[in-house]
């Protein structure tokens, strides 16, 4: 499961409890007893935001914001606690603008939802 966090709208405990209660019917049913680890099978992977840079990245980056390493750990622990098998991806590229969605944000708008020559 891929988790967004959105600092000061989805980060907070709270949310941890909520996204731990909404994933228990789906650990539950992939859970395997003869499974050495014990673990359910379903990994949530947080992603923190990255804003844009600029252009109309911008614009979206003036709406949200990047939760702090704080946040994002409490996160993760909140849901250790619950049970959850969770991990952080690591962050790549935003130095140069091209970590997840920074890309995508700074193409011209016309570019953006052509399809790919050979792929329906």
């Known amino acids: 499961v891929e988790y967004v966090l959105l600092g000061g709208v989805n980060d907070g405990l709270a949310e941890a409890d909520e ?3 909404f994933l228990r ?9 003869g499974r050495a680890s014990r673990r359910t099978g379903v990994l949530v992977n947080l992603i923190p935001y990255n804003d844009g840079g600029g252009g109309a990245a911008a614009r979206l980056a003036a709406r ?4 702090t390493w704080a946040a994002i750990d409490a996160f993760q622990a909140r849901l250790r606690q619950r049970g959850v098998w969770v991990s952080v991806r690591a962050q790549r590229g935003a130095d ?3 970590a997840c969605g920074q890309l995508w944000a700074q193409q011209p ?3 953006r939802h052509q399809p790919v020559a050979g792929m329906v």
């Open 109 to 111: 708008q016309a570019r």
């Open 25 to 33: 019917p789906v650990e539950t049913a992939c859970f395997d007893p």
């Open 19 to 21: 996204l731990a209660a």
């Open 96 to 98: 140069d603008s091209s």
């Open 64 to 67: 949200y914001e990047r939760p």
